[in-house]
Structures are given as structure tokens and as C-alpha cells.
């Protein structure tokens, strides 16, 4: 069959760039599975594409969904040809998240304690106090090492010039490493041999290196601390996600039911009594975990969990109200945050974004809203937000109307064409857009970033929304070393 | 070990081991089906392993691939395959880590093969004996797995321990039914051999019969094999032993108190069986005798319940 014929279609979108082709011309990094592609056999992608989804399912690396009492399994779909991250495009991206993720820790201390940055009036106080995920039980409270974001996933974009822009700070319960490792997985056993002919740079460091954080977090002295994840059990979607990083990291997977607090201790209930538990990552949010502080009525958390931590008789991963600072009202206010704290230029850069409780920005973008993103603040997962090209106008009505309501909870962004990609699909190379969720560790030693990440794709095609939510899947993230 | 944990490794392992003893039952029970259809009937598979009333049991108790669908496949029948192996599957899912990836994805395999349209479409129309063999097939991988992959702590001790309890269970369900009709104390009732001899297959024991009683079958051999013979597998005597032998492991100082309260159950429940013997029993009355020997065997998963995996 004609080789050529694999890469026929592939429509480059105006004004985007493409990590694949610049111009007509394969991207060096691109030149080797470019090649292989082309030499390949479409039957045999095709059975690679099936392998991979068979491998997905057997290993139960799924999440179910529930319709009419049957549970159904489903894979988050898995696009199989990798996106690739050259050295030095990592290691702009290393150490412009590196000190984000400096200045956000130190931005969680201050707002929880001296709160300089507001009395110097770079941050206005009305935005912390106003902001959902502030929690005014954490003020004072002294957290170890003053590590407030342990795990940081933060979403990085790219413009139609190749800049990587900063998209989100998802500080609070960041997902998808799993996908970072098990995909990686997965492509080691549909394309052998591509890995080490690329020099691809390894993933598979990063339990141990998260165990390694979690364990010198313990507040009590021992040698063997006794570390869990707290998951909030199998229905989450993420499960999987957490049964994993437990087995990997050899720790115990509980739920809330597991745990009882005594005397401002947590203790797990064992087959041989109660044992004391020093370290908690937890996979639940703050709402759900102490329904003593929180939502009452939540069955995930455990009662009175929040005065043991208080009393620094347990350590929590990712600490409590740091969703003050992944708000993305509080976003714009980052760079100033890392001249404040630093002294430094910021090296990655944040997309231009408008806050509408601010008069005149808010003209700005209700007048030209064909052109922005509207998001709610506290929002995630790629819901309630509007995206002003695709959008009806009824649909912009009702939205303006929402704002109106409460401007505090939007800001808005201009369209900002993600870049694209090659993906496999219908026996087809075509171009999609993506992201890239790389993941920060934060440990007393440093931060450190495990060069990869998890790459997210809109499928369908045309669409800029890559949340899994919205119909988009993921690739393997290949970061080559120089 | 979280106490939670511990109760689904239990039930995990239980549901397998039921899962396996139908399939088993029904496997010969089909093929004595084919063999003498004027005599033979599905009533005691379907008393033994369904919640069907006798109704109901009559609707279908002669017609192999109805009952067959409706052990396999049928949602609505709580003790179905399907059934068995989703829960077996939902407790595994629930403890991951504490199991290795490859007990995980075999009953992950099993769970995706039970679920799938084909073994419905293959019951219709396929040779039901591969159908089923190609389950049990799947039963034995798990075994092989289990044996090969786990290690031997605590989690082990509550799967064998679950699994040699429901195994207990299942041999004293299956004689309680089938010798409900049964005057146990007439020797010489044993009439149509062919039907005792795919009794006796149906639990994996018509082997070790024909080695051991040369007189041909007689129900005082029959029990004695079931109930009293340590080398049979399928045995109640053996099956508590294990289940004995796994839960001595889990003695330590920290929980003395409950270890010695279930401990007392499974020694006073081995006793009653070690010091029994046919004669004993039938002058006791084997329906009696049973009786004793599955409440007591309840009463020991309960106890477990309460004291281990805190669901007081």
C-alpha cells in the first residue's frame, strides 16, 4: 500500500502551532516516529491501537460509570502516538514551574499568616476573604517545613508562536499521574524499542520520590512512620488512580470509614486493633474531610481529622485552603506574586485574563465575548465555562446573565488556540489540540519535577477543551534527554 | 491489616470458591442430564445453590439450558456466576494493594469474560460443558495465581480462611439436600448407581471413592467420605481443618481477647467433627448432625465479622 498515504490528511489549523510539522517540514524531534509511522502497515496500527485498549482493560486501568444500577467500564481514551517535549523546551518548563510552585508555597504561608502581601497591597484582602476555598480554620496554623502544595499539577498551553503559557495552578488534589506512568507503560508494549532509540527520559521515579516527601513529613520520630491515601472509595472516577500510587508506593489505600480520631489522634482500624496514622494523602477534597468543620453530611472524611492536624499530630498532603491559591481570580495576581516573594521575572508566563468583578475589564469582555473564555472561578473539569467562538447567543445570554449575578465568580481569557498534535484516529493521522500537565513534587529537600507529564488532547475535532469530562484523552509524554 | 481490608479478602475469596462449586455442579449435572433423562432432574442443584421456591424450581427443573442461563448469566439470581464473580471482583477491586497485579487482573479477566455478550450467545447455542469448562478454566487461574504470586501473610490467612469456610459450607448444603428424602440409617437404599456416581463426581470425589470402598456405593461410604475423610479436599472435616490451621497463624498478643474467642468456635466446631463418625451420626440423626455442623459454621463467620473485621 502507498506508505505516504498516512499522513494525507493532515490539515494544519491557521494560527497554530504544531509540534509536529513547522511549515511543510517534520520537526526533528518528530523525524523518527514520523518515520516509523510511515513505514507501518495500517493493519498493524490498527492492532497496536487494539492492544493498547485490551491492556487498558484487562489491567482495570478504567473507571466505571453508573446508569441504571449496572456499572459499565470505560478506558479514558488513549491516543497512541506520543507527543514529544524536547530538553531545553523542559527545561524552560522545569524552572518556570519550579518557582510558580516556590512562590505559591510561600504565598499559602503568608495568606495563613502575617499576610504581608496583602498589608503591601499587592494582593486586595476582599479577593482572599471572598474566596470559596479560603479557610479560615487554617489561619495559624503552622504546617511542616511550610510545605503547603506537595503535589502540584499545573497546566501549561502553547500559543501559535510555540510559547508555553501557564493555564491553571491546580494545587489542591491534582489527577492523572497514573496515565504519566501507566501510559508509558503501555507504549513500552506497542512500539518496542522507540523509547530507548529516542532517549526518553524515565517516569517511573515518582512514587518512590512522592514516598520519600511523604514519609519525612511524619510528625512523629520513628523510623517507620505509617503513611495512607485516603481515597473516598471506588465510585470515585480516580480510583484507579489511587489504588495504583498506593501499590507503588507500598503504602495503605483507606476510605474515611477506616479512620477514627482519639484525643486529636488518627488511627486506623487493623485486624489487630487501632494503629496510629502519621501521614494522610488524601484524594478527597477539603469539603468532604471533616464533617465537623465541613459539609456535615459527608460519609468520605473523618470526624475531627482537621484538630489533629491542627495539632500537627498528623501530616495532610496537600494541606487544607489551598484552593486560595489556584482560585483563578487569585491567577492573575501570580506574577506579582513571584516579584513579590522572589524578586524575580517570572519565566513561564500566565495567559492575559480579566477579572469581571473589575468594572472596566468586565466592559471589555462582555463587549468582545466572541473572542474570550469565560470561567468560573472555583470551577474545574472543564464545566460552566463558556467558550465565546462556539457559543449560541442564547447560550452567551444566559451565561451574561449568570455573571451579572455574582462578578466575583468569573474571569474571562481570550481564545487561545491550544497547540496540536498528530493522533491516530479512523486510521488517520489528523491534527488535535492538547496541554500538558506536567506534575511538581514539593518535599523538605526541593522541588522536584519527573520529566513528563500527563498530555491531554481534545478529540473531537476542531475543539480547544481537553478535560476528560468534555470528550478529550490522553497521550504518552515523551520529555527526550539532550 | 485494616480490618476492612481483611473483610474484603474474605468475601473476595469467598464468592470464588462458590463461583467454582457451581460450576462444578453444573458441569456434571448437565452431563447426567444427557445421560438418563427420564430420572434426572435439576431440583437439588437449584435447592442447594438458588433462592427459588419450589414453584419456581418446577418451571425450569427440566430444562438444562434454562437453569443453566439462569446460574450463569442471570442477573436477578443472586448466587449466579455473573453475580459471584462481579462481587469477588468489586471486593478485589476494593483492596489492590493489598493483592498482587496478577490476582488483580486474572479476576479482572474473569470478571470481563463473565460480562460479555458471547457466553450468553455460547450457552444458547454452544456445547455447554466447553462453556463451562472454559469458566472453571478461569477459577483455576486465580488458584494457580494466588498460590504462586501471595505472599503468605496476613491477607492469605483471611482468603484461605474464607475460602475453606464456604467450601465447609457448600459440602454440608449439598448433603443436607441430597439426603433430605434419604433414610440415612438404610444402608442398602442406594438403588441407581449411575446417579450417585455423578453425585460423587460432581464435588471431584468419584475417584477417590472407587479407590477407597470396594463394596460399590453405599451412603455410610458416601458420608464418610464427605464428612470424615481428611484426604478429600472437598471433605467437611478437611475443609474446617484448613480453615483452622490458616486462622492459628493470626495469633499475636495484641488481640488476644477476640483470637481466643474465635479460636474456641473453630476447635469446639473441629471436635465435634473429629469425634464423630458415621454410626455416631446416624444414631444421632444426620439431619441433626448437619444441622449443628452449618450453624456452627455461620456462627464462626460471624464471630470472624465481629472481631475481625469490625462490623460489630
Known amino acids: 500500500m502507498n506508505s505516504s498515504s498516512i499522513f494525507e490528511s493532515y490539515p494544519l489549523a491557521p494560527n497554530t502551532w504544531d509540534e509536529m510539522y513547522a511549515g511543510k517540514d517534520v520537526r526533528s524531534p518528530y523525524q523518527d516516529i514520523y518515520e516509523f509511522l510511515q513505514a507501518i502497515p495500517l493493519e498493524e496500527l490498527n492492532k497496536k491501537e487494539d492492544l493498547a485498549k485490551r491492556l487498558f482493560m484487562s489491567q482495570g486501568i478504567t473507571f466505571t460509570v453508573y446508569s441504571s444500577g449496572e456499572g459499565i467500564e470505560k478506558i479514558f481514551p488513549f491516543d497512541i502516538i506520543p507527543r514529544i517535549v524536547t530538553a531545553t523546551e523542559w527545561d524552560s518548563i522545569e524552572n518556570g514551574i519550579t518557582q510558580r510552585l516556590k512562590a505559591l508555597n510561600l504565598f499559602l504561608k503568608d495568606v495563613y499568616h502575617n499576610q504581608f502581601i496583602i498589608k503591601d497591597g499587592i494582593v486586595p484582602a476582599d479577593l482572599i476573604y471572598s474566596c470559596p476555598h479560603y479557610i479560615r480554620e487554617m489561619q495559624h496554623v503552622n504546617v511542616p517545613h511550610d510545605i503547603y502544595v506537595h503535589i502540584a499539577g499545573i497546566d501549561l498551553i502553547r500559543d501559535h508562536d510555540g510559547t508555553f503559557y501557564i493555564l491553571e495552578d491546580n494545587l489542591r488534589t491534582p489527577s492523572g499521574v497514573s496515565y504519566m506512568i501507566e501510559n508509558r507503560e503501555i507504549t513500552k508494549r506497542i512500539f518496542p524499542d522507540l523509547i530507548p532509540r529516542n532517549n526518553v527520559r524515565p517516569v517511573t521515579q515518582y512514587p518512590n520520590i512522592l514516598h520519600k516527601n511523604l514519609v519525612a513529613l511524619s510528625p512523629r520520630p520513628t523510623a517507620n512512620p505509617t503513611v495512607v491515601l485516603l481515597t473516598p472509595g471506588m465510585y470515585n472516577a480516580a480510583y484507579f488512580e489511587h489504588t495504583t500510587l498506593a501499590r507503588l508506593m507500598g503504602v495503605e489505600l483507606v476510605e474515611g470509614r477506616d479512620l477514627v480520631v482519639e484525643n486529636h489522634h488518627v488511627f486506623m482500624k487493623t485486624t489487630n486493633g487501632l494503629q496510629q496514622v502519621d501521614v494522610i494523602y488524601r484524594r478527597v477534597d477539603d469539603d468532604y474531610l471533616d464533617p465537623l468543620v465541613f459539609n456535615p453530611s459527608s460519609e468520605l472524611g473523618v470526624s475531627g481529622i482537621l484538630s489533629a492536624y491542627r495539632k500537627g499530630n498528623v501530616a495532610i498532603v496537600n494541606s487544607i485552603g489551598n484552593g486560595v491559591a489556584d482560585d483563578k481570580a487569585i491567577y492573575v495576581y501570580v506574577p506579582e506574586m513571584i516579584r513579590y516573594y522572589l524578586n524575580e521575572e517570572p519565566l513561564l508566563k500566565n495567559v492575559p485574563t480579566y477579572h469581571l468583578k473589575n468594572k472596566d475589564e468586565s466592559k471589555q469582555v462582555l463587549d468582545n465575548i466572541q473572542k474570550m473564555v469565560v470561567k468560573k472561578t472555583n470551577g474545574s473539569g472543564g464545566y460552566g465555562m463558556l467558550m465565546g467562538n462556539s457559543a449560541s447567543d442564547e447560550e452567551i445570554a444566559a451565561y451574561k446573565k449568570e455573571i451579572l449575578k455574582d462578578p466575583r465568580q468569573f474571569i474571562a481569557q481570550p481564545v487561545i488556540s491550544l497547540s496540536s498534535a498528530p493522533c491516530y484516529i479512523n486510521g488517520k493521522v489528523q491534527p488535535r489540540r492538547l496541554d500538558l500537565r506536567p506534575f511538581a513534587l514539593c518535599g523538605p529537600s526541593g522541588i522536584e519535577i519527573v520529566p513528563g507529564g500527563l498530555t491531554r488532547v481534545a478529540l473531537k475535532e476542531g475543539s480547544l477543551v481537553v478535560n476528560s469530562s468534555q470528550g478529550g484523552g490522553s497521550k504518552d509524554t515523551w520529555v527526550l534527554s539532550s | ?312
Open chain 2, 1 to 312: 491489616m485494616l480490618s476492612r481490608v481483611a473483610d474484603s479478602l474474605f468475601w473476595m475469596s469467598r464468592y470464588i470458591e462458590r463461583t467454582e462449586g457451581i460450576l462444578r455442579m453444573l458441569k456434571i449435572n448437565y452431563a447426567s442430564s444427557q445421560d438418563n433423562t427420564s430420572e434426572f432432574g435439576w431440583n437439588p442443584v437449584l435447592k442447594t445453590f438458588s433462592f427459588l421456591e419450589e414453584s419456581q424450581i418446577a418451571k425450569i427443573e427440566k430444562d438444562s439450558r434454562a437453569v443453566l442461563r439462569f446460574m450463569v448469566i442471570d442477573k436477578d439470581n443472586p448466587n449466579s456466576v455473573v453475580n459471584m464473580v462481579t462481587k469477588s471482583r468489586e471486593n478485589a477491586r476494593a483492596v489492590q494493594d493489598h493483592i498482587t497485579k496478577e490476582v488483580w487482573q486474572c479476576l479482572n479477566e474473569f470478571y470481563h469474560i463473565v460480562c460479555e455478550d458471547k457466553l450468553s450467545k455460547s450457552l444458547k447455542s454452544e456445547d455447554p460443558v466447553s462453556v463451562l469448562d472454559s469458566l472453571i478454566r478461569q477459577g483455576m487461574l486465580y488458584y494457580g495465581t494466588t498460590e504462586i504470586t501471595m505472599s503468605r501473610g496476613e491477607g492469605m490467612c483471611f482468603m484461605s480462611i474464607g475460602r475453606y469456610l464456604e467450601r465447609a459450607i457448600q459440602s454440608t448444603d449439598i448433603l443436607q439436600v441430597k439426603f433430605k428424602e434419604l433414610p440415612a440409617d438404610d444402608a442398602e437404599s442406594v438403588t441407581d448407581p449411575s446417579s450417585w456416581k455423578y453425585f460423587l463426581m460432581s464435588i471431584s470425589g468419584y475417584e477417590l471413592y472407587l479407590k477407597n470402598y470396594r463394596s460399590g456405593f453405599e451412603v455410610k461410604n458416601i458420608l464418610d467420605q464427605i464428612i470424615f475423610n481428611i484426604n478429600f479436599p472437598r471433605s467437611v472435616h478437611y475443609s474446617v481443618y484448613q480453615a483452622q490451621r490458616y486462622f492459628e497463624r493470626l495469633k499475636n498478643e495484641r488481640n488476644r481477647d477476640s483470637y481466643d474467642k474465635v479460636n474456641f468456635m473453630i476447635g469446639k466446631l473441629r471436635s465435634n467433627i473429629k469425634f464423630s463418625n458415621v454410626e455416631s451420626i446416624v444414631q444421632e440423626g444426620l439431619p441433626n448432625f448437619l444441622d449443628k455442623i452449618h450453624q456452627e459454621l455461620f456462627s464462626v463467620g460471624d464471630a470472624l465479622n465481629q472481631h475481625y473485621f469490625a462490623n460489630s
